[in-house]
Antibody, heavy 117, light 109 residues
């Protein structure tokens, strides 16, 4: 049974960074690719980035370029998404997604990040 | 930047057919994926690669593609289908960066 377990709720000050984790079970990270999607309160889904197996590289949405870093620890099958220079507009639920372009598509339950002074 | 355009809302009565469209230039070159998101829940994939249905998704959900427009069709919509629906694709001219449509609120009543 595939599960993506995300880290808990975060509250950050403006200008800070946040690092969200996503532990995969039932699969190994070497077999799949992880993407990150966020959703601001009352808003739509926003693709942040992920691993592109066709080009064997990580790609980020241009709006987050320079502020986001996605990494993976294959020894623990855990993916990470770190977002820096936070503003109130980064307040959102952050989801990790396995197999975004596949029938074998699994989402974490989401991590709420609140940015507030 | 690349965009996918969806109508903000669609409304049907139970048993009717609901059609949700998604338009974008790159849809002619790459697949469309459709996600259902019920209130307070994570999205669920209902259609992948334009017209394929994952296991466990009811047959009333179908997808089609015509050039730069993709359509999600729910035949005989049920009250339980009321949710937000998002299309997703990639921009092959921009290093396969992904993009979601703005979402469509489907009301069944």
């Amino acid at each position: 049974q595939v599960q993506l377990e995300q880290s808990g709720t975060e509250v950050k000050m403006p200008g800070a960074s946040v690092k969200v984790s996503c532990k995969v079970s039932g699969y190994t990270l070497t077999e799949t690719s992880i993407h990150w999607v966020r959703q601001a309160p009352g808003k739509g889904l926003d693709w942040m980035g992920g691993f592109d197996p066709e080009d064997d590289e990580r790609i980020y949405a241009q709006k987050f370029q320079g502020r986001v870093t996605m990494t993976e620890d294959t020894t623990t099958d855990t993916a990470y998404m770190e977002l820096s220079s936070l503003t109130s507009e980064d307040t959102a639920v952050y989801y990790c997604v396995m197999g975004l372009l596949s029938e074998n598509n699994y989402w974490g339950r989401g991590t709420l990040v609140t940015v507030s002074s | 930047s690349y965009e996918l355009t969806q109508p903000p809302s669609v409304s049907v009565s139970p048993g009717q057919t609901a059609r949700i469209t998604c338009s974008g230039d790159a849809l002619a070159k790459y697949y469309t994926y459709w996600y259902q998101q019920r209130s307070g829940q994570a999205p669920v994939l209902v259609i992948y690669e334009d017209n394929k249905r994952p296991s466990g998704i009811p047959e009333r959900f179908s997808g089609s593609d015509s050039g730069t427009m993709a359509t999600l069709t729910i035949s005989g919509a049920q009250v339980d289908d009321e949710a937000d629906y998002y299309c997703y694709s990639t921009d092959t001219s921009d290093n396969h960066r992904g993009v979601f449509g703005g979402g469509t609120k489907l009301t069944v009543l």
